[in-house]
């Protein structure tokens, strides 16, 4: 008796378990998880009804796809087509403002597309984290922290169901099969991060929130992507009408009582980032402006490459400011930023960007407060009475330094008739003495009292008695704050070469800088609107284009005492030069 009640009761069982098995959403989920880095576990696999993917499925995409959201369908489109035959149409998630979502009946989402399932399975991914997942015969989910997180999850994606693979160059390694799915399989990586406590002054940045006052989608995702690349931590987004209370980073919101609204210099392009008392303020006009002004932050207070306990020190006083130039540029973002205080009231800064493509850009800057040095104009042999020859800067300031000046830094100035009479092109006054007229340009210059000024030919008679020092430009390529004259269309203004620009912060400091160009494995050059980008960047509101190509120069002092070329001159030599503009100390 009691065998055949064993032999009945498993026959039940048995039952059971067929029943269960007939729909999808009864079977138990395959579940990949890896709670450490880098390490994935898989539980074993429970039976449960298989189905095939049809021409019915659409691939969904957002409506404003990131380019690697758009690199995740294409790459679906193809490893489906291979692996099952089909060619699975593609949307975006479009709706029309204030109207219901509604899905299609087949679809699989890619990225972080307005639908519930993606949604609901990206909310706790960090920036590198990713997974995927068939929800149901309806619905499967294909998504990452961050656009390039969902390229890796659309990769696994298709290698462990469908067995298809490509290389690096898209070359195909693997055709794949067309499997059974089953619903309720689910992929999920999460990636550790080396930052293990990061710290705004005094407090983890898990204790802030961003608080919006832009409703600009794509700036606050830069924030909220960018914090997590670094350590982790997806902060919430709080509406500035929502806002209460505790330590935030406040986007578009200004300051109580009017902030960087009230700047004298706050154009409608420029951007402010300021603190006070342990929060941030992201200030612009424009969404484009902050946008740019999300990626600085970023880069300023979120550090790449180190690991363990970070403290980013919070002051007051500090102000870092920028400018979104609007045509003409090249996408240059920051990657590298290293400054050092090269003697009282001077900073030396190396600044290396990529542009839209990766490539490099590199940019030398020195920075001169009001009275920390005077800025003067270097000829051959340090003599007014030079005009018409030409000399190296090397060798310029050699000869400043035999006639007993200080020389900390020097750079290549006006246009040249190279070849010919090499006379400067527009003005040139050193030590007070007119040397040559404006030729209609513009110009750079510092009066009697230590001023940095700059201007047109009409600008020049209200100063020609008043500069001790100034050298002819090509344009001038900020003013009051905004670019001016940038004439973007002309071949000189696109065209990247290797740049030197002059200009001045709100607060006198005098910025004299060099972008090195046409080397492609080490600096690829800046147009005008790229150095107006640059210069606005590094805090300027006034600049003027000085000569550039082979003659772009930047030499300065080394710790040994010695006048060393930081830059890589495109002619793969100094070239020598009618004039330039050396950082002399007291």
């Not at 600085?296 to 500090?318: D, H, Q, T, W």
């Not at 130039?325 to 990529?354: F, Q």
Request: aromatic share 8%; glycine share 10%; proline share 4%.
């Amino acid at each position: 008796m009691k065998d055949n009640f064993k032999r009945l009761l498993s026959l039940f069982l048995l039952a059971c378990t067929l029943l269960g098995a007939v729909s999808c959403t009864g079977g138990v989920a395959e579940e990949t998880t890896s709670p450490t880095t880098n390490a994935i576990t898989e539980t074993p696999e429970t039976e449960a009804l298989g189905f095939k993917l049809t021409a019915e499925y659409k691939l969904v995409r957002p409506d404003e796809s990131a380019a690697e959201e758009v690199k995740a369908l294409q790459l679906l489109s193809r490893g489906i087509e291979s692996a099952c035959g089909i060619r699975l149409p593609m949307a975006t998630d479009f709706t029309r403002k204030g109207a219901e979502v509604v899905p299609e009946k087949y679809e699989i989402l890619i990225g972080a597309t307005n639908r519930a399932d993606s949604i609901s399975a990206s909310e706790s991914l960090t920036y590198y984290d990713w997974t995927y997942k068939i929800v149901s015969e309806n619905v499967i989910v294909i998504c990452g922290g961050s656009p390039e997180s969902t390229v890796t999850a659309a990769k696994s994606f298709l290698k462990d169901i469908f067995g298809y693979e490509e290389d690096e160059d898209g070359n195909v390694i693997s055709k794949g099969t067309a499997p059974d799915l089953k619903c309720g399989v689910e992929f999920l990586y999460n990636n550790g991060y080396p930052i293990t406590s990061l710290k705004l002054g005094e407090r983890e940045i898990s204790e802030y929130s961003i608080v919006d006052a832009s409703k600009n989608g794509k700036g606050i995702e830069k924030l909220v992507q960018g914090i997590s690349r670094v350590c982790g931590v997806n902060l919430p987004v709080v509406p500035i009408s929502d806002y209460k209370s505790g330590p935030a980073i406040f986007y578009g919101c200004g300051k109580s009582g009017g902030g960087n609204g009230e700047h004298e210099y706050f154009t409608n392009n420029r951007y402010f980032i300021t603190e006070s008392d342990g929060n941030i303020f992201i200030d612009f006009k424009s969404d484009s402006a902050g946008e740019v002004a999300a990626e600085r932050f970023i880069f300023e207070y979120m550090p790449l490459g180190v690991s363990g306990e970070y403290k980013i020190e919070l002051s007051n006083a500090r102000e870092i400011s920028g400018l979104r130039v609007s045509s003409g540029t090249n996408g240059l973002v920051p990657t590298d930023w290293i400054s050092n205080e090269v003697a009282p009231g001077i900073v030396y800064t190396e600044i290396i960007y990529e542009d839209k493509d990766g490539a490099p850009v590199r940019a030398y800057a020195i920075s001169v407060k009001k009275g920390s040095a005077t800025i003067q104009t270097t000829m051959p042999s340090d003599s007014a009475d030079k005009i018409g020859t030409v000399a190296k800067m090397s060798n310029q300031l050699s000869a400043a330094v035999s006639n007993g000046k200080n020389v900390l830094a020097g750079v290549n100035a006006d246009f040249f008739d190279m070849g010919g009479t090499n006379v400067m092109r527009g003005l040139c006054i050193k030590d007070g003495k007119l040397i040559s007229g404006t030729g209609g340009r513009p110009w750079f210059g510092i009066t009697h009292e230590g001023d940095a000024v700059m201007g047109t030919e009409d600008d020049y008679a209200t100063y020609k008695d008043k500069l001790t020092t100034a050298v002819g430009a090509s344009h001038v390529i900020l003013k009051n704050g905004a670019t001016d004259n940038l004439a973007t269309s002309t071949e000189f203004s696109y065209t990247r070469h290797p740049r030197t620009a002059a200009g001045v912060t709100a607060d006198g400091t005098v910025v004299l800088i060099v972008v090195d160009g046409r080397q492609p494995s080490v600096s690829n050059g800046a147009s005008l609107a790229d150095l107006a980008y640059i210069m606005a960047s590094l805090g300027c509101v006034d600049a003027v284009n000085l000569d550039g190509g082979g003659s772009s120069t930047f030499i300065l002092k080394n710790e040994q005492g010695n006048l060393v070329t930081e830059n890589s001159p495109s002619g793969g030599t100094l070239r020598a030069v009618a004039n330039g503009l050396m950082v002399v100390l007291p």
